[in-house]
């Protein structure tokens, strides 16, 4: 993965900075917990536009029987399918996409502290005299290796698994695919990231998680469709076409 360039995203990092060193010097965390606490500022920034990525996916579960019924209707004519498929999400205020937003506004952030761990500048800051580079064992800057990178890329993987899952599962298609490929492909580029990073990675992964446990008790999905309802959402089939009578 190659980072943005540090001059697109300076304002960016420069935020990031300023919070972790408040965290730092104001709550006396170390600079692990601060990374923490970087991560819980940032999707709480995120929380209105996850909610509403939350309420998008359940209009969309709630409105299964008309999706399916406009999909079988136009199965033949992708053209149509798909400008149906929009005019109805447009009617329904509905975001097909809505769940990858979250994700996307994280990238930035993650941007961020990917540069800011690898600056000189931060990096004689954490390491300054009385300062405390590690968190748990591992030098947040520097890559972590051996068991601490085991454990790192062990928690990561376990965590992402457990987050994209439950977002997933309120995923159709290609999106769903999309989501569960997610672990999968990030993984073999954690593992040459700062250690601070992946730390940055699995807080977001359990807030997800969190999150999504208590969606679940406030929002509740919609309940599944009956096979009876599957079926009366299929549209009856034409009406048999009448054979033209031959001229003699």
């Known amino acids: ?87 109805f999400y447009r009617e329904n205020k509905i975001n097909p996409l809505a769940s990858c937003v979250p994700l996307l506004l994280q990238l930035p952030v993650f941007f961020a502290l990917f540069s800011l761990l690898r600056s000189d500048e931060f990096n004689n800051e954490i390491n300054a005299p009385g300062s405390n580079p590690g968190f748990l064992g591992v030098t947040l800057d520097e890559k972590a290796t051996g068991a601490a990178l085991l454990i790192l890329i062990l928690l990561y993987f376990v965590t992402m698994v457990g987050s994209t899952s439950i977002m997933a599962s309120s995923a159709e298609g290609n999106q769903r695919l999309m989501m569960y490929a997610l672990p999968v492909v990030f993984t073999p580029f954690v593992i040459n990231f700062p250690a601070g990073l992946i730390v940055y990675w699995i807080t977001t992964n359990l807030w997800t998680m969190g999150q999504q446990w208590v969606v679940k008790q406030v929002i509740p999905a919609p309940p599944k469709h009956t096979e009876e309802e599957e079926r009366t959402a299929k549209p009856p089939p034409p009406p048999p076409r009448k054979r033209k009578k031959r001229r003699r």
């Not at 300023?18 to 104001?26: P, Q, R």
């Open 1 to 87: 993965m190659i980072p943005l360039p540090a001059n697109i995203i300076q304002p960016l990092i420069d935020v990031a900075n300023s919070i972790l060193t408040f965290f730092y010097d104001n709550v006396y965390a170390s600079w692990g917990l601060a990374i923490i606490f970087l991560t819980i500022v940032t999707r709480l920034a995120i929380l209105p536009l996850s909610l509403k990525q939350i309420r998008s996916m359940r209009s969309m579960q709630a409105h299964q029987p008309e999706i399916k019924r406009i999909q079988e209707r136009y199965k033949d004519d992708r053209q149509r399918l798909q400008r149906e498929l929009m005019d």
